[in-house]
């Protein structure tokens, strides 16, 4: 069989200095978050939620390279759930991980039907259809013994719920990298949380994964997720290194320059309070430094704006 020109060019860039260059700052980028928010110890079962998109298809395709490595020892299992959406080619995924040899789980259940039943036409079935999805991931991950679910959001997935609860929720709170699932039962882990989609989203091509469609329960991508994306994108086009400036926030929070009084004892504070970052409240804030010296997510913490040294 010959290949397609499209399908033998990404051959090609699979091995070019570009693609290899990619998947190293990828793994790094997966390696660092894993050490910094101690996600996978020695013994650990991971089970990697795979949904055929092009996050967890890219999302396992790094953990299985940084296992073959890492100095602990860990098991991986795919799972899929096939929600019996219309139009779900069902063979696609166990194909994949039967070529690629990684031990997998799928598991069909028809929570089309149960959404489609349920929630009347023109209404968002997100809700219903995700907490079910969620129980029955925790089922599963009970049943394989997993310690740890992992799941393909990245950093922008990170950067637009911040925004999404900023905009309409009235809270500071975006995706953390790790999380006790909200049943108290499981540890829920963001292995991507330091790669930025666009990296994935190239990665993913060149690596010609079998891409399941996502629209095929007819729901619309979230409207509100939508704008805030476009708003992001609209920041990275027009002001390089605001992106990496805020995800780098993620990681530098001042409780003492808030107004959540849960956080940081305001009753309390006295001239004795010592403040992590200074006092500038006669000052005008700092400019913002350069986009050169604003350092990536993941990097030893960032100057911030407005601290007085
Ligand atoms: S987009 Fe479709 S599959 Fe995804 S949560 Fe919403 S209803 Fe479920």
Known sequence: MSLSPQTAENADNRFSNTFLRLKKKLERGVGEAIADFNMIADGDTVMVCVSGGKDSFSLLSILLALRERAPVDFRIVAMNLDQKQPGFPADVLPAYFESIGVEYRIVTEDTYSIVRDKIPAGKT?????????????????????????????????????????????????????????DDGQHVVIRPLAYCTENDIARFARAMEY????????GSQENAQRKQIKAMLNGWARDYPGRIESLATALQNVVPSHLADQRLFDFQGLTRDTVVSEGDTAFDPPELPAPAAEIIHVGSPRAPSVGTST
Do not use: Q, W
Request: hydrophobic residues 40%; aromatic residues 6%; positive net charge.
């Open 125 to 181: 079935t997100c809700s219903l259809c995700s907490r079910l999805r969620r129980g029955i991931i925790y089922r599963v991950a009970r049943e394989i013994g997993a310690t740890r679910i992992a799941l393909g959001h990245h950093r922008d997935d990170m950067l637009e719920t911040l925004f999404l609860n900023m905009f309409f929720g009235g809270k500071i709170k975006a995706m953390p990298p790790k999380l006790v699932s």
């Open 210 to 217: 079998p891409i399941i469609p996502c629209n095929l329960c």
